[in-house]
Each structure stands twice: as structure tokens, then as C-alpha cells.
């Protein structure tokens, strides 16, 4: 099955950085499978889950107004593998940051998501 492994969250200061990773898995029995756009969300406690940040496979990118300037999303195609990294970061960056895909199998897309990450920034 199709997974999506993220990796790199934590705990960090206001003003320092953090670089997370997410690792597209995809079944060797799944033939014609091709990962679309990628994105970052974030979720903090009782709010809504929220974009960060998208990449497509052509590498257009698309920023959450709160976080231009300061957070750089970018992807290894050949990895499928995607990066979001975060500096100058705030406390009200703090949230479970999860990873999106679509992904087309044949001609069918599909969503996936990662499990989340914890990210949590200190003043």
C-alpha cells in the first residue's frame, strides 16, 4: 500500500529551524503510478487543518500567507520525496504538521496522507 512517512519534527527555540522530510512508499504491484502535487498542512489543537505550503511535479509553489519568506518547500522527484524547511519559526508555528499527496494510479488520483509530526516552538 501506498505510504507516506514523515520524519524530522521536534521541539525548537522562536527564531530557530526545523526540517522536515516526507518518503513516498509506493508498491511494487501498483503499476503506472505517478505522485502528483505534494503539500505541508499543519493542525494545532482545536483549529482547523490548515496548507502550508505545495509543490507540484513541475515544481510551481504555492505559500500560506504566514509563513512566505521563512519556509521553503521543495521535492526530490526521483526519490519522491518531499522537504519543508521551516526558519525563523514562531510559537504559533507549533502543530501536528502533516503530508499530503496525490497520487495517479493509471488514470486514477488519488489522496493520501502521512501520519503527522509534531512540531512545537518555544518562546
Known amino acids: 500500500q501506498v505510504q507516506l512517512v514523515e520524519s524530522g519534527g521536534g521541539l525548537a527555540q522562536a527564531g530557530g529551524s526545523l526540517r522536515l522530510s516526507c518518503a513516498v512508499s509506493?508498491?511494487?504491484?501498483?503499476?503506472?503510478?505517478?505522485?502528483?502535487?505534494m503539500a505541508w498542512y499543519r493542525q494545532a489543537p482545536e483549529k482547523q487543518r490548515d496548507l502550508v505550503a505545495r509543490?507540484?511535479?513541475?515544481?510551481?509553489?504555492t505559500y500560506a500567507e504566514p509563513v512566505k519568506g521563512r519556509f521553503a518547500i521543495s521535492r526530490d522527484n526521483a526519490r519522491n520525496t518531499m522537504y519543508l524547511q521551516m526558519n525563523s519559526l514562531k510559537p504559533e508555528d507549533s502543530a501536528v504538521y502533516y503530508c499530503?499527496?496525490?497520487?495517479?494510479?493509471?488514470?486514477?488520483?488519488?489522496?493520501?496522507w502521512g501520519q503527522g509530526t509534531q512540531v512545537t516552538v518555544s518562546s
Open positions: 499530503y499527496s496525490e497520487i495517479t494510479h493509471g488514470v486514477v488520483p488519488a489522496d493520501y
Open positions: 509506493l508498491p511494487e504491484n501498483i503499476i503506472n503510478s505517478r505522485v502528483n502535487d
Open positions: 509543490i507540484s511535479s513541475d515544481g510551481s509553489i
